[in-house]
């Protein structure tokens, strides 16, 4: 009887956190370009002065820009990795003006000093002092004053031009910006004629490595070239994901439905495992911040068809096992057993597929790999330990005491 209580207790509870959670989680994941309509760009960045290189920092530093102006235009949650020793992708889900952000996109980092303007109003500052190609390259570095705290300092090509400069901004600020965004305006205290400056402030050690690699980017800017795009309209993007949808519940109702024909109350514990299965996959895109895309949803398809293969290979086993005339639970036993290494072997195999797809490969590749891993993980934590969990406490409770209840006829079993 407890073992009946149990198995009623953990699937309803299992059931209501399912059903409370599943419409806020639906609405809750986020989707790629290809299901929600957007564009994709890979870039290879070059230096825009001769005999410069591109270095890892460089290209880290650029992206990191490209995704700053990308969050300042108001579009939300974009991707930007660099692949390589000289690219960066763009994806960028929800865009509406495709032409006005790639024109941005392509445009170098610039980084301006300026100062104010006669008639500038306060906090205003429109004369272009320096330029990013006036700063030693990697010139800029964090150090510790007297008092401990960071500042940083810099490095200019011309100390004269830099003399005069500072000489005639005494008392007044001298603005850091990058492209239009306004990073810190310190005040010239004096003079500097060797061409190296300091910028001190109230910066914590993040705030003052940030600015620092900042000036850097803007000593080293690098231009970009399209080498390939990618565009999806939002009404294609949508479409797909409502045919994806379709699709995957129509097959996921046939599946059930086999299942429970096939094998009747091991049936249904599967079907009942494979819905928790989708739930926690979804749960994991959700919690782990996941960008759902038409390779993951197709890698996701595979990972539930190795979860049915999982059940189908365990009972059928089991069903050998009776049809040998072996009781119930003594089936269970060894039909479990045997199936288990199988079922196994199975999985371990197509997660270092997977694991090898991630390390080589880039972009769409790497997302099919990771979801299927966190699929087939997720598969043998629901139907192999949890669907026998669940069967093994009707077995063990008596609930299930004829073949039928596994599909099997009586006049199909073989006497000992």
Known sequence: MKRVVSFILVVLVTAGVMIGTSPGLLNSLKLGLDLKGGFEVLYEAQPMQAGQAVTGESLLQTAQSLEARINAMGTSEPEVTTEGTNRIRVRIAG?????????????????????????????????????????????????????????????????????????RLIGKELAIFLDEVPLSAPTVQQQLTDGTASITGSYTREEANKIADTINLGALPLSLTEKYSQSVGATLGQLSLQQTVRAGLIASVIILLFMIAMYRVPGLIASFCLILHTWLVLAIFYLGDFVLTLPGIAAFVLGIGMAVDANIITYERIKEEILSG?????????????????????????????????????????????????????????????????????????????????????????AL
């Open 95 to 167: 865009v509406t003006n495709e032409a006005e952000m790639r024109a941005m996109l392509k445009k170098p980092a610039e980084l301006t000093f300026r100062s104010a303007a006669e008639g500038d109003p306060a906090g205003i500052y429109s004369k272009v002092e320096l330029r990013g190609e006036d700063f030693v390259e990697n010139g800029a570095t964090v150090v510790s004053n007297q008092l401990n705290q960071p500042e940083i300092s810099i490095k200019v090509k011309d100390s004269a031009k830099f003399a005069e400069i500072t000489k």
């Open 326 to 414: 072996k009781s119930i639970r003594s089936s269970m036993k060894a039909g479990g057993k045997n199936s288990f290494r199988t079922v196994m072997d199975a999985n371990i195999t197509t997660i270092i597929a997977g694991l090898v797809m991630f390390a080589l490969g880039t972009g769409s590749v790497r997302g099919f790999a990771l979801v299927l891993i966190v699929d087939i993980v997720v598969s043998i934590l629901t139907n192999v330990f949890f669907s026998r969990f669940l069967l093994n406490l009707l077995i063990k409770a008596d609930v299930i005491k004829k073949p039928k209840y596994f599909g099997v006829k009586e006049s199909e079993i073989r």
